[in-house]
């Protein structure tokens, strides 16, 4: 399990330090694609959807919706192994 | 440092005239997934709605002010949209932008490209004689404490949606429907500050410029047949 868990990171969004996390648009035990809106943060009027980082199951939410986080942070995990 | 870059960039500008925020809405996800998937180059919509009043993911009713049958006899529609921010209005008088623009040839960097439609349009305002300018932690453009032009932007597989709504002449009764944004300020028009009436089309075109400048585009027109029928993009 642990070999094929892929981290969710806040891309480098260039010169945003910070974001709030509005909503999910996938749920724990969903199968995602890469690429694929995973989430949408908020900076500033901007919303700015977080793509999946590769094809697996959503195992993990780390980042709360409304939470603040900063960049590079780990917001979710997802499992590569089915 | 926003300076100008070498204009090298094809983009096309597509003007509207007045159009339905919805009907608007539903060309821009079109767009929005043609640019997306390296089907057609960078747009800028420009466009002037039929009187909306749009609640962002934040917002809240409370930020309007006029009752139902108010807001009825004004011919007000009020909508939820999928932007962030609170309450605004869109309605004629208001010259509305909505680039769709890879980010990805832009630098990756969505701070810049707000900051990037902040700077065209404070240099069109100059260029008319407004000293306008940002606020800290407050998007948009601001003359003193009052906004002349509101900034909500979209950003999916780095392509962007929504964009600017500037005040040109804006009926001030609709303005007063709302506390914009759910601040209490003022929002303001050109022509209420010149105290003349300004074209919303020489306005559009010199921000087009200015924009152009920004973003390092040689714009060219297109049209709706053109813009979606074009294999070629």
Known sequence: ?82 | MAGSTVPNRRAVHLPLGRADYGWTLDLQRTLHARRKAGAAPDVVITVEHNPVITLGRSGSREHLLASPGELKREGIEVLEVERGGDVTYHGPGQLVVYPIVDLRGHGRDVRRFVRGLEEATIATLADLGIEAGRREGYPGVWVSDRKIAAIGVYVSGWVTRHGLALNVAVNPVHFAMIRPCGLSVEAVSICDLLGRTVDLDRVRDALLERLAERFGWVMEATSLDEVLGGASG
């Not at chain 1, 995602?32 to 199951?57: M, Q, W």
């Open chain 1, 1 to 82: 399990m642990e070999r094929n868990a892929f981290d969710v990171r806040l891309p480098d969004l260039g010169e945003v330090d910070e974001v709030r996390v509005v909503q999910w648009l996938q749920g724990i035990g969903s199968t995602v694609t890469e690429g694929e809106d995973l989430l949408e943060v908020e900076t500033e009027k901007t919303t700015f959807v977080v793509p999946a980082p590769a094809s697996g199951r959503l195992v993990e939410i780390a980042a709360v919706e409304g939470a603040a986080i900063q960049r590079g942070a780990v917001l979710g995990r997802i499992d590569r192994s089915e």
